[in-house]
């Protein structure tokens, strides 16, 4: 139990330095960009169409070729300083021992790409406001017309609403799984900077091994078998089979994938923390 409390508190010591946190501020405004600019088609056909529609559009904010990548960049540049030794942190360390150190933040990563998503998930609502009915049951004429006909691509929409996501969840399913995968997602991604940079001493290797991992997931679009090897791919509930009736991978593997990779990925933090004279990082 003491150790959990100094863990926690190193977490919530490397949450309040985010008001002086440039690299934080800088994600969240990209964040603001890069919803408004993807959710405003959802509006535009609305208006045009004259309906109104669900509030679940978050499972199909970045489900196109790409587009992942830019939603998923503001997270690098959140963790890209891991394993966040400044100044401050030696006398931290003395204080808490190595080890609830590295717990802390561990649960800093695993909590920032939980808060990350859910503010995705509010201000993708934010900017469609004016067209959202919450009174509708289901998933509404407007998801309904862009997946089942050429609308989108009648209208020039950059949009793409998945039958399957259409047929096999409800809304708020889909949303749900598309939030908890994220999560996921991003704390893999977090952790392996974190234990990348621990182990080498270079920031450097943990951003790219990270941003391969975020590139792969555009370059295994339309081959099933090798979603299976891309844990950002399947933060997207339309790569993830249902009813065996597809050749990606099933929720059973990816759950057991994450919680295997995500727990070598701990283990391997805290004995190399454990282990390793702590130096001071200059900040990025």
């Not at 960049?73 to 360390?93: G, K, N, T």
């Not at 091994?209 to 339309?222: E, T, Y």
């Amino acid at each position: 139990m003491k150790l959990f409390n100094r863990s926690w508190q190193m977490c919530l010591f490397s949450f309040r330095k985010w008001s002086t946190n440039h690299r934080v501020w800088i994600a969240i405004i990209l964040l603001f960009i890069l919803t408004h600019a993807y959710t405003i088609d959802y509006s535009s056909f609305c208006n045009n169409m004259n309906i109104k529609m669900s509030p679940c559009i978050f499972p199909f904010l970045y489900n196109v070729r790409y587009i992942k990548i830019l939603f998923f960049s503001p997270l690098l540049l959140i963790f890209c300083d891991a394993p966040f030794i400044d100044p401050s942190q030696p006398y931290v360390i003395y204080r808490s021992g190595k080890t609830a150190w590295s717990i802390g933040q561990i649960l800093y990563i695993m909590m920032t790409s939980a808060m990350y998503f859910a503010f995705l998930f509010l201000i993708s609502n934010l900017f469609i406001l004016n067209n959202v009915d919450f009174s509708i049951d289901g998933w509404g004429k407007a998801f309904g017309t862009l997946a089942n006909t050429n609308a989108s691509t009648a209208m020039g929409l950059r949009t793409f609403i998945s039958k399957r996501v259409l047929t096999y969840f409800t809304p708020w399913q889909a949303v749900w799984f598309t939030f908890l995968l994220s999560w996921l997602s991003g704390t893999f991604l977090g952790l392996l900077m974190y234990s990348i940079n621990s182990i080498s001493g270079f920031r450097s290797l943990g951003i790219i091994a990270s941003a391969f991992f975020i590139i792969l997931d555009a370059a295994v679009l339309g081959y099933p078998h090798a979603v299976w090897l891309s844990p950002v791919s399947w933060s997207s509930v339309d790569n993830i089979d249902i009813g065996n009736m597809s050749q990606l991978p099933h929720i059973a593997y990816v759950y057991t994938a994450f919680f295997l990779i995500i727990s070598v990925l701990i283990a391997s933090s805290i004995i190399t923390n454990r282990k390793q004279h702590i130096n001071v990082l200059q900040p990025v």
